[in-house]
């Protein structure tokens, strides 16, 4: 009864791909730059940057959802072991006695992970919830208390934001579902769970002075558990890596199969990301960055938020070599580790360096 549900509710998102790829087949290059875009790569060399140099309170709570929020994906996905559009699509016995749908597929369709829920949805809410409610904060803390007008102006700021958020949660969704890489149940869960996620940091403190023991605590709880759990469920006959195969099988061309998108190139990522901002934060070039900048001026953040933008993007061109699975999720945890270390202490401390050797030149 189960199993004839799920095949009924995945035919529907087989169908609801293929309507998508026929009548907005235009668009494809606008789906595929959104799936681009809401990969949380992104929040790693971009939005944490940024937001970490014009409000580092900001910018440590994106890094917190976005791995916290990964993770549990990850978890999710093993637990549920759902089916991906591009493979179910031909070995399905809903399709049996009916004729399958045409699906294309991308180069960002062969994702190789259980496909439920969307980790690019989830991640995506968890994100962009998480923006919209700091921005509001931020602004409400800055406002003046009791006035009409700024009671108005604050109506409609929320009223933007989150008919954005909800814009890019369609258009992520969307997406998802174009590329044959989710079904709509799938990035529905995600965008729940993202959200659900970031609401709960809302309401944590602590990781904004967490000491470098709790980083690397958190750092080895959360690869232990998701690898005990790997290894508890392998023992017990249950293959977690059964997609892989699939994704091997039905992808219409090998090179779509990327490394990256295996769950342990996800973990280890994030892992990498969650230990790297512990080291920066706990780094003597940050607090030798703080003691000189101390509430950082204009130029010194602009400097800062350039100069991280501009190396990490440069930083993030470098690719670990795919020919051995071991050497690249380890260079994967070194690189995904760097990210955080050199945005939050190492680039700082050369730019405030730098804007004090030209303050004593122009004295």
């Not at 403190?205 to 005990?228: D, P, R, V």
Request: charged share 15%.
């Amino acid at each position: 009864m189960l199993s004839a549900a799920m095949d009924a509710l995945q035919g529907l998102g087989v169908s609801s791909t293929h309507y998508l790829q026929t009548n907005y087949e235009e668009a494809q290059g606008l789906f595929l730059w959104v799936s681009w875009a809401a990969d949380l790569r992104n929040t790693f060399f971009v939005f944490f940057p940024l937001w970490f140099h014009l409000r580092p309170t900001v910018g440590i709570k994106l890094i917190w959802v976005a791995v916290i929020g990964d993770w549990l994906n990850l978890v999710f996905k093993w637990i549920l072991f759902g089916e991906r559009p591009y493979w179910w699509v031909h070995e399905a016995a809903y399709y049996q006695n009916r004729v399958a749908p045409h699906i294309e597929q991308y180069p960002m369709t062969c994702e190789t992970g259980p496909g439920s829920p969307s980790g690019h949805a989830m991640g995506a809410a968890g994100i962009y919830y998480t923006l919209v409610t700091s921005i509001l904060a931020v602004v409400a803390h800055k406002k003046k208390p009791s006035s009409r007008k700024s009671g108005d102006q604050g109506w409609y700021l929320k009223a933007v934001l989150w008919t954005m958020f909800w814009a890019v949660q369609v258009c992520v969704c969307l997406s998802r579902v174009f590329i044959a890489a989710h079904f709509p149940h799938q990035v529905i869960a995600g965008v729940i769970s993202g959200m659900l996620v970031a609401e709960a940091f809302d309401r944590i403190e602590w990781i904004y002075s967490a000491s470098m023991k709790q980083y690397l605590c958190t750092t080895l709880f959360l690869t232990c558990f998701a690898m005990g759990f790997y290894l508890l469920l392998k023992s017990l006959g249950v293959d977690l890596l059964w997609t892989l195969e699939k994704a091997q099988k039905w992808c219409v061309r090998p090179e779509w199969v990327h490394l990256d998108s295996t769950p342990f190139a996800s973990l280890l990522r994030n892992m990498g990301t969650l230990f790297g901002l512990g080291l920066g934060l706990h780094s003597p070039l940050y607090a030798e960055s703080k003691r000189k900048n101390g509430g950082g001026g204009t130029l010194a953040k602009a400097g800062c938020i350039v100069s991280s933008l501009l190396l990490l993007h440069l930083f993030d061109s470098l690719r670990p070599p795919t020919d051995t699975a071991a050497l690249f999720y380890l260079l994967s945890f070194c690189k995904s580790a760097t990210v955080p270390l050199a945005a939050v202490s190492i680039i700082p401390y050369c730019v405030n360096g730098a804007l004090g050797v030209q303050n004593k030149k122009g004295l």
